[in-house]
């Protein structure tokens, strides 16, 4: 490598007890799209926190250099104006302003000191339209779901003059357009001469679009490959240290009775009192049956998932029947106690209790369970949250660690852990494994898998398709909030989905 644009030597972070990144050495071409590729707590986003300038350099041991010289930085901004950008997995935006106010948030374009709202309106709308948002750039960011969310930090990022763009896990809640938006951004940073770090655990995209991989474990760089001398099934490998035969468990289920329906179903925008955003629908999954249900965001899963455990703002019209009983849903709790838990697509702001323990985060939601005579038998719950670690290898100092200390992962793990340990007959998993790794996907499959041939009732909501394709017994397809097409995985491929995903019908 002749004039790197980036160089790490010899680089250490290390929290109490924990080597977070271990003499890391690494370089980095300018005009490079590079993967940074491990499992959760193996060190990828503590290594691009410390070039972003999310931790300083008083926290870190070793050298960092761009373009040749030395860079210490105090904090984020630091990083910024040297060129170098970061967009977290996390998102950072401001929900009570509106979509504009976050695209130039620190930079609102002004005249003699007076804010310039026309052209930021109008700025504002470009972006929108370069990045395929449709929305109202007066829009407030609260009212936006999670993957436009996303697209508009992403559009915030591209729009400033970076030389090094650092993306976590860019694509965890975009549908399949919104991700080739996204990929063809990248391609058009990487001829302009801007350098990506591209984090994530979708190994399709990786080998897609990335020009190296770097694969760390245990804290430790340990092994850069050029991408087109890699697969799946080296990187997985390499990422934990033994072979990985199978992606997805084998499935030898067989569904009994029908336990759970939904009938003539209909949810109502929040705000557009006569607007449907889930028109009519009906399904049923059986005992022992993981149903998949697919669709572009916007298609109407979240907002039925809500609908039925009582969760949607808006009107909800339709019936639940649960073991031929009819029932009617007030509330979450309601919900839970007809035998319903709900696994939310918005970790952050709907699942997790950050100031609180893994302990207490697991095992929340049955507190009845794990009393006697409404004391909390705290030997009892010690046990059943050890389980839960042991059984998805959660990576915590202790159960008593704050939860918001965790990885993305590892948080996403344990709020898995609270729906199970609810001990319900029917889950609705609304994506499930999003921000997991490879090596904690499989665990989590073996686990669905066990808990489906155990009778449970499942509703998985995915966007990763090869998901979908490899772990449910049927899938059924949601365009425009309305349900287009039930399949089975082995008799139908990823074209006819995304054909009934995208238009609503098979092209031929």
């Avoid at 310039?116 to 395929?132: D, M, V």
Wanted: charged content about 25%; overall charge negative.
């Amino acid at each position: 490598m002749q004039n790197p644009i980036l160089t790490l030597n010899s680089v250490n972070l290390e929290f109490p007890g924990v080597l977070a990144v271990d003499n890391a050495n690494l370089s980095v071409e300018k005009g490079e799209v590079r993967a940074i590729v491990g499992e959760n707590g193996a060190g990828k986003s503590s290594l691009v926190k410390m070039i972003s300038g999310v931790y300083s350099s008083q926290q870190y041991e070793g050298v960092i250099e761009l373009e040749g010289n030395p860079i210490k930085f105090n904090g984020v901004k630091d990083a910024e104006e040297k060129g170098i950008m970061m967009i977290p997995q996390e998102l950072n935006l401001v929900d009570e302003l509106t979509v504009a106010e976050n695209l130039f948030l620190n930079q609102l374009p002004s005249k003699r000191g007076i804010l310039n709202r026309s052209e930021l309106y109008s700025q504002s709308e470009k972006i929108l339209q370069e990045i395929g948002v449709e929305v109202s750039a007066t829009t407030k960011v609260k009212e936006l779901g999670v993957a436009q969310k996303q697209m508009i930090v992403i559009g915030r990022a591209l729009w400033n003059k970076v030389k090094i763009l650092i993306l976590d896990e860019p694509t965890s809640t975009l549908s399949n357009l919104e991700s080739e938006i996204l990929f063809e951004k990248i391609e058009m940073l990487k001829n302009n001469g801007v350098t990506c770090f591209y984090i994530s655990h979708r190994l399709e995209e990786i080998l897609s679009i990335t020009d190296n991989i770097t694969v760390m474990r245990d804290g430790k760089i340990i092994k850069t490959e050029k991408t087109e001398n890699m697969s799946e099934q080296k990187i997985v490998s390499l990422m934990i240290g033994r072979d990985l035969e199978n992606f997805f468990p084998d499935t030898n289920r067989t569904p009994e009775g029908v336990h759970f329906t939904i009938n003539n179903f209909s949810v109502y925008h929040t705000s557009v009192a006569d607007r449907k955003v889930v028109h009519d629908v009906s399904l049923s999954v059986r005992r022992g049956e993981i149903v998949g249900l697919f669709g572009l965001v916007g298609a109407g899963r979240t907002e039925l998932a809500k609908g039925v455990i009582g969760a949607w703002e808006g009107k909800v019209n339709g019936s639940i029947t649960i073991n031929n009983k009819e029932f009617e849903i007030s509330d979450p709790k309601d919900a839970i106690n007809h035998g319903i838990s709900y696994l939310p697509e918005d970790r952050k702001t709907l699942a997790n209790i950050p100031d609180l323990s893994v302990n207490h985060n697991i095992s929340v939601s049955s507190i009845d369970k794990l009393s006697k005579f409404g004391v909390i038998d705290r030997r009892l719950e010690f046990m059943n949250t050890q389980k839960f670690i042991d059984d998805f290898s959660i990576k915590t100092a202790s159960m008593n660690t704050k939860i918001s200390s965790l990885s993305g992962g590892n948080q996403q793990k344990c709020i898995l852990s609270r729906q199970i340990s609810v001990d319900t007959e029917i889950l609705i998993l609304d994506e499930p494994t999003q921000g997991v790794d490879v090596g904690a996907k499989t665990e989590i499959y073996e686990i669905l898998n066990r808990l489906a041939s155990n009778g449970k009732a499942m509703l998985m909501i995915s966007s990763d398709l090869p998901e979908v394709l490899g772990v449910v017994d049927r899938i059924l397809v949601m365009h425009e909030g309305e349900i287009v097409a039930d399949l089975i995985p082995n008799e139908t491929n990823k074209k006819e989905v995304l054909e009934f995903a995208t238009i609503g019908r098979k092209t031929s």
